[in-house]
């Protein structure tokens, strides 16, 4: 048996984040410090692991008041949570181009099971020799689930941020070398 490991290049990916603000926007984000890889067995996708570490810390909206709250304990509270992670594996595929991986998010000190709709963008031989794979994914998750529930109601109604977190990734991988197993 052999294992193909793929190595997320972060400086080629992003992991990205919308939520809406005072219910009529959305306010957009991104972590930039993060690392993960993908496993493969038998270079089958379709038998493959996903493994994710965020650093919590590295939340950027663009707005540093805003980055600096997001990062308090009202939220993600990275003093005692530093790191976001994620271990899924893909549990079927739903077509050619489409998989559905699934695993337990662990944010805030929670770990609840989240699904990720995939889609495959093929693969590459870059320049140096390197093969890459590209994937986009999708999901989306209630922030209250992980504890996260601060907020403020309008006088107008609704609340201040809303409760459901999309959440969006763009992923170019490079495979290492292939590891057999007896």
């Known amino acids: 048996m052999a294992f193909k ?14 939520v ?3 219910v ?8 930039s410090r ?17 493994k994710v570490v965020i650093d919590a810390s590295s939340i950027d909206t663009g707005v540093e008041d ?9 939220f993600l509270d990275v003093a005692n949570f530093p790191e976001i992670t994620f271990e899924g594996k893909v549990v079927r595929k739903s077509s050619d181009d489409r998989l559905v991986i699934a695993g337990p998010l662990t944010l805030h000190g929670v770990s609840r099971e989240v699904q990720l709709d995939v889609e495959y963008a093929g693969s ?8 890459r794979a590209g994937f986009s994914a999708k999901t ?24 459901k977190v999309e959440i969006e990734l ?13």
């Open 5 to 18: 490991q793929w190595d997320i290049d972060s400086g080629h990916s992003g992991i990205h984040l919308s």
């Open 20 to 22: 809406r603000h005072m």
């Open 24 to 31: 009529v926007a959305k306010v957009r984000g991104q972590f």
């Open 34 to 50: 993060w690392s993960g890889s993908l496993t493969a067995e038998d270079g089958d996708i379709t038998n493959g692991t996903v």
């Open 66 to 74: 805003r980055d600096a709250h997001l990062r308090s304990a009202d």
């Open 124 to 131: 590459t031989q870059d320049p140096w020799g390197n093969q």
């Open 140 to 163: 989306s998750l209630d922030r209250k689930d992980f504890g996260l529930t601060w907020n403020q109601a309008l006088e107008a109604g609704g609340v201040l941020v809303g409760h």
């Open 170 to 182: 763009e992923i170019e991988a490079v495979l290492q070398a292939e590891v057999k197993t007896a």
